[in-house]
């Protein structure tokens, strides 16, 4: 046969109408299966992270004094980091962000510090795991001069200030414009430096996580339904995960329409 437009066109509806019947075929398998498994009684979810050790305050510390060592390598006199992953990481404090700034200053000497708003102080200690010292500014305040004096307590007026990658611009320039005499610099060659780099004990916990991810899954995919939403799954997943033991899990589903598009659409 001449490969012609007409004959390919003719060639490509026959593969679609094949693989819709197929689909077809699939969804309705799919659906006897899961209905199937649905009459089987489901065993119960079990804590498996009850032998699983939290990171420790002296953990952090060392975590701090890992980045103080690089710092110093680096000739960097400090660095500054907003709510996150590595926030996290080096002062246990778990928030979020928002438009009013939280900031954890790690200086190259010294102890670490925390500037926040004055009414978030008491949610911020309850987390934070290293240091005492918690700045808190007022709504007439601003948080950059509270870094600022902390950075001066601790004898820093100049040099580099290293900014986590995540860092807002608006954070950036608020304290840059008060600190003339400090240049700026990315802060990744030390957190990234601390972070990449895991013990024994983080590897432990990291592979007790996707334990847990894994039993999670395969408990959620013995309930599916024909006609279940995204909303549905996510429930199922952040049950399972819970009951499995996980802590502040996070898991997504998309189905359909939404599983169409990039993420961030």
């Excluded at 907003?82 to 954890?104: C, I, K, N």
């Excluded at 001069?145 to 601790?154: G, M």
């Excluded at 608006?170 to 240049?183: E, S």
């Amino acid at each position: 046969m001449n490969l012609t437009k007409r004959n390919l066109l003719k060639t490509s509806g026959a593969s679609l109408a094949s693989l819709a019947i197929t689909s077809g075929l699939n969804s309705r398998a799919l659906a006897a299966s899961t209905k199937d498994n649905s009459s089987t009684p489901l065993e119960p979810l079990k804590n498996i992270a009850t032998s699983s050790q939290a990171i420790t305050a002296q953990e952090r510390l060392r975590r701090v004094s890992k980045a103080q060592a690089l710092m110093q390598r680096q000739n960097m006199a400090a660095i500054i980091i907003e709510p996150g992953a590595a926030m996290d990481y080096f002062s246990g404090v778990q928030w979020w962000r928002s438009e009013r700034l939280t900031a954890l200053i790690i200086p190259r000497e010294g102890a670490i510090a925390v500037v926040c708003p004055f009414f978030e102080e008491p949610s911020i200690r309850e987390t934070l795991m290293v240091g005492e010292d918690v700045r808190v500014w007022q709504e007439h305040e601003s948080p950059f001069e509270k870094i600022k004096q902390i950075l001066n307590d601790r004898k820093i007026t100049s040099g580099l200030i290293g900014f986590e990658e995540s860092v807002r611009y608006f954070a950036v320039k608020g304290v840059m414009n008060i600190l003339p005499a400090m240049q700026h610099a990315s802060a990744e060659p030390i957190t990234r430096g601390c972070r990449m780099i895991k013990n024994h004990h983080e590897l432990r916990l990291m592979h007790k996580a996707n334990e847990i991810t894994l039993r999670a899954y395969a408990h959620v995919f013995s309930q599916l339904e024909v006609g279940m939403s995204s909303a549905d799954v996510n429930a199922l997943m952040a049950n399972a995960q819970e009951e499995l033991g996980g802590k502040n899990a996070w898991n997504m589903a998309l189905i359909n329409e939404a599983s169409a598009f990039p993420h961030g659409t």
